[in-house]
């Protein structure tokens, strides 16, 4: 089941629909009980919470993702012509602290961030 489906059936059931017939659920049924419904709402704020922690910021799109070669070329030029972590990290759509962390690995700064070059 996609979760824009679950998501449509449980709002129905919090707004006391009932998502089958789109009757309205009897007073007496559990739907309408007040502890049901606000249940019902958490779970779908949960599961906005979900989504939007799932969304990838745009300007960190390659986060986690492997770093090639030619990109690794690319960020030691870069830095080696005067750019700034900040910078770099906009370039090359990661984290500020994914370029530190390469440029410790390949020996362009030291460990804990400086941005001095070392050789």
């Given at each position: 089941m996609e979760t824009v489906?679950?998501?449509k059936i449980i709002r129905?059931?919090?707004d006391?629909?009932?998502p089958v017939t789109g009757e309205v659920f009897p007073m007496d049924s559990p739907y309408q009980h007040p502890q049901v419904i606000r249940s019902l709402y958490a779970a779908l704020?949960?599961?906005d919470?979900?989504?939007k922690a799932r969304q990838v910021d745009p300007?960190?799109?390659k986060a986690g993702s492997p770093w090639t070669n030619e990109e690794e070329a690319q960020l030691i030029?870069?830095?080696d012509s005067g750019m700034h972590i900040d910078g770099l990290a906009k370039i090359h759509s990661r984290t500020p602290a994914a370029i530190t962390a390469r440029l410790e690995k390949l020996g362009k700064i030291e460990a804990g961030g400086s941005q001095e070059a070392t050789g």
């Open positions: 489906e679950a998501r129905n059931l919090a006391g629909i009932d704020a949960t599961m919470r979900q989504k300007s960190r799109s030029d870069a830095f």
